[in-house]
């Protein structure tokens, strides 16, 4: 190369020359190719090497895998109280106000039924039993401060830095962290992690945040909620349904239109039937207009004025306790993305990423519940997390595999899936290419209290010019988490019909059926089960 009196210059492994550089330079784009995929160089000196703001399952997860690598790391997460002045400690949604006290309560519903279940089994009990609804909340309040306890000590066990304080970027590689004291502190970092999650949405009419509750609210609730009306229609709002049922108390759940969309749909209205016959009203088409209250009370009398989605009927009721679960928002409105022009979608609040998690700003990063077209699941999360961490500071490749993810809805009759829905199998395969196996089934254990006969049920989605691989697993029966997970494994690894079909079952659990499908759906073939 001949010598020259300009500095010669390459940015990834290319050499651009003097005039390009200098414009470059001049367009602040020089930067911009030096950050590519997130590979800052080292021209500032920063506070930390990463900050994550949200102390959710994501956020906890990455914080903890980039201390692995003796990164300098922080985490701030801030709980925004409800409109009723609840908050919680560390840990997010998961552990605080959803999966965790969703399914202790869930369980204790199962134990009521359990106990009507145990006198055919030969126990024999005269008195009448209740549900003490403080001993539970103590009892499951109690187990929550143990983990929220635990994930602050994991945290100062691993060096990560731990501000309960809220995060909002204030200029390039700076966030703003206030505490409950209004106490402001500016931080910098090379790498942000946004994983702020998501908290329940409002209606938005006269009465909503004065006198309803959300599942941010629920599970601390100190009474028990007495005659309760759950509005909407997704996983969070039948489940807690469901166990509030089984705790005894009277139910109804008001319906827009259809149950858990983006679920199987067959599976979705299976469950509102079993629900339905286990005594829980639905007032399907109506939405509520207005709130008020009627008396004070823990819990106080509630009036719910409602409005046909068909036309202009109204509707009124009387009701102890209003849950509203007609969906979450994400929390990215107020953490001054716009500072620093991380784009979101400006309808949902989501964030869009590539395929590794990185938002249109280089250095910014986004896991969890935030993300647009992405699974709302804390193992995603964590698994997203864990993954991006080990790419930025460990060399890996790995990506998070958002298909074939398993999930399970805790409403009375547990619902499991993996893989694809029928509609969106029959709408990416084409019919002709899907052939759908299913089956009810009588889990031993109900035969003997004689009841739910035939109320369980399997069905598999295969592709037929895959060698009938099975793309879609669902399953409606007890325990349908423990199953799920399991065969979760097999798809991903590509399990097809025939192998299924050669797979010893084991005698006598729910989950054998799935080893002796044989009536195809579009057959219209009987398949209630008698016998064993």
């Not at 598999?460 to 399953?475: A, S």
């Given at each position: 190369?001949?010598?020259?009196?300009?500095?010669?210059?390459?940015?990834?492994?290319?050499?651009?020359?003097?005039?390009?550089?200098?414009?470059?330079?001049?367009?602040?784009?020089?930067?911009?190719?030096?950050?590519?995929?997130?590979?800052?160089?080292?021209?500032?000196?920063?506070?930390?090497?990463?900050?994550?703001?949200?102390?959710?399952?994501?956020?906890?997860?990455?914080?903890?895998?980039?201390?692995?690598?003796?990164?300098?790391?922080?985490?701030?997460?801030?709980?925004?109280?409800?409109?009723?002045?609840?908050?919680?400690?560390?840990?997010?949604?998961?552990?605080?106000?959803?999966?965790?006290?969703?399914?202790?309560?869930?369980?204790?519903?199962?134990?009521?039924?359990?106990?009507?279940?145990?006198?055919?089994?030969?126990?024999?009990?005269?008195?009448?039993?209740?549900?003490?609804?403080?001993?539970?909340?103590?009892?499951?309040?109690?187990?929550?401060?143990?983990?929220?306890?635990?994930?602050?000590?994991?945290?100062?066990?691993?060096?990560?830095?731990?501000?309960?304080?809220?995060?909002?970027?204030?200029?390039?590689?700076?966030?703003?962290?206030?505490?409950?004291?209004?106490?402001?502190?500016?931080?910098?970092?090379?790498?942000?992690?946004?994983?702020?999650?998501?908290?329940?949405?409002?209606?938005?009419?006269?009465?909503?945040?004065?006198?309803?509750?959300?599942?941010?609210?629920?599970?601390?609730?100190?009474?028990?909620?007495?005659?309760?009306?759950?509005?909407?229609?997704?996983?969070?709002?039948?489940?807690?349904?469901?166990?509030?049922?089984?705790?005894?108390?009277?139910?109804?759940?008001?319906?827009?239109?259809?149950?858990?969309?983006?679920?199987?749909?067959?599976?979705?209205?299976?469950?509102?039937?079993?629900?339905?016959?286990?005594?829980?009203?639905?007032?399907?088409?109506?939405?509520?207009?207005?709130?008020?209250?009627?008396?004070?009370?823990?819990?106080?009398?509630?009036?719910?004025?409602?409005?046909?989605?068909?036309?202009n009927q109204i509707i009124e009721g009387e009701y102890n306790t209003v849950l509203l679960a007609i969906g979450r928002d994400a929390c990215t409105r107020k953490i001054g993305l716009d500072k620093v022009g991380v784009k979101i979608n400006e309808k949902t609040g989501k964030i869009p990423v590539?395929?590794?998690?990185?938002?249109?700003?280089?250095?910014?990063?986004?896991?969890?519940?935030?993300?647009?077209?992405?699974?709302?699941?804390?193992?995603?999360?964590?698994?997203?997390?864990?993954?991006?961490?080990?790419?930025?500071?460990?060399?890996?490749?790995?990506?998070?595999?958002?298909?074939?993810?398993?999930?399970?809805?805790?409403?009375?009759?547990?619902?499991?899936a993996c893989g694809y829905s029928e509609e969106t199998a029959v709408e990416k395969f084409g019919e002709e290419n899907i052939e759908v196996y299913h089956s009810n089934f009588w889990p031993l254990e109900w035969t003997v209290p004689s009841r739910d006969n035939n109320k369980c049920y399997a069905?598999?989605?295969?592709?037929?010019?895959?060698?009938?691989?099975?793309?879609?697993?669902?399953?409606?029966?007890?325990?349908?988490?423990?199953?799920?997970?399991?065969?979760?494994?097999?798809?991903?690894?590509?399990?097809?019909?025939?192998?299924?079909?050669?797979?010893?079952?084991?005698?006598?659990?729910?989950?054998?059926?799935?080893?002796?499908?044989?009536?195809?759906?579009?057959?219209?073939?009987?398949?209630?089960?008698?016998?064993?």
């Amino acid at each position: 190369m001949a010598e020259t009196s300009q500095p010669v210059v390459f940015v990834r492994k290319k050499q651009i020359d003097h005039e390009k550089t200098l414009t470059a330079h001049k367009e602040g784009n020089l930067q911009k190719l030096l950050e590519m995929n997130g590979h800052t160089p080292v021209l500032h000196s920063y506070d930390y090497d990463l900050i994550v703001i949200g102390g959710g399952s994501g956020g906890l997860a990455a914080a903890k895998e980039a201390a692995k690598y003796e990164k300098k790391v922080m985490v701030l997460d801030f709980v925004t109280p409800t409109p009723l002045g609840n908050s919680w400690g560390l840990g997010g949604t998961c552990v605080n106000v959803g999966c965790i006290p969703k399914k202790l309560m869930h369980q204790a519903a199962l134990l009521g039924q359990a106990l009507q279940d145990s006198r055919k089994f030969g126990w024999q009990f005269t008195e009448e039993v209740e549900h003490n609804w403080m001993t539970m909340t103590e009892s499951v309040q109690n187990y929550i401060g143990s983990l929220n306890w635990g994930y602050r000590v994991a945290l100062r066990e691993k060096k990560v830095t731990y501000e309960n304080a809220y995060g909002e970027f204030v200029g390039p590689h700076t966030v703003k962290a206030t505490n409950k004291r209004g106490v402001e502190k500016l931080y910098t970092a090379e790498r942000f992690l946004i994983a702020t999650g998501e908290r329940p949405r409002y209606l938005g009419i006269p009465g909503d945040k004065e006198y309803c509750i959300s599942s941010d609210d629920l599970f601390s609730l100190p009474y028990c909620p007495g005659k309760t009306l759950v509005v909407g229609a997704s996983y969070v709002a039948l489940e807690c349904a469901g166990f509030l049922a089984g705790l005894g108390l009277e139910v109804t759940v008001m319906v827009r239109s259809i149950l858990l969309r983006g679920f199987d749909q067959d599976m979705a209205n299976r469950i509102g039937e079993y629900m339905e016959e286990h005594g829980i009203n639905f007032i399907r088409e109506f939405v509520p207009i207005k709130v008020e209250q009627i008396e004070e009370g823990t819990p106080g009398r509630l009036k719910v004025i409602a409005k046909s989605t068909k036309g202009n009927q109204i509707i009124e009721g009387e009701y102890n306790t209003v849950l509203l679960a007609i969906g979450r928002d994400a929390c990215t409105r107020k953490i001054g993305l716009d500072k620093v022009g991380v784009k979101i979608n400006e309808k949902t609040g989501k964030i869009p990423v590539n395929d590794e998690e990185q938002t249109n700003v280089p250095y910014i990063y986004a896991v969890g519940d935030v993300l647009q077209d992405k699974l709302e699941l804390t193992p995603v999360a964590i698994q997203a997390g864990r993954l991006l961490v080990q790419r930025l500071y460990a060399g890996a490749t790995s990506k998070c595999d958002y298909v074939n993810v398993p999930t399970t809805v805790f409403t009375p009759l547990e619902y499991g899936a993996c893989g694809y829905s029928e509609e969106t199998a029959v709408e990416k395969f084409g019919e002709e290419n899907i052939e759908v196996y299913h089956s009810n089934f009588w889990p031993l254990e109900w035969t003997v209290p004689s009841r739910d006969n035939n109320k369980c049920y399997a069905k598999i989605i295969c592709n037929i010019p895959d060698n009938e691989r099975v793309i879609g697993f669902h399953v409606l029966g007890p325990n349908a988490g423990e199953v799920t997970q399991g065969f979760a494994a097999a798809i991903k690894c590509g399990i097809t019909k025939e192998q299924l079909d050669s797979t010893i079952g084991i005698h006598p659990v729910c989950a054998e059926i799935f080893t002796t499908l044989s009536v195809t759906k579009r057959s219209g073939e009987n398949i209630l089960q008698a016998g064993c």
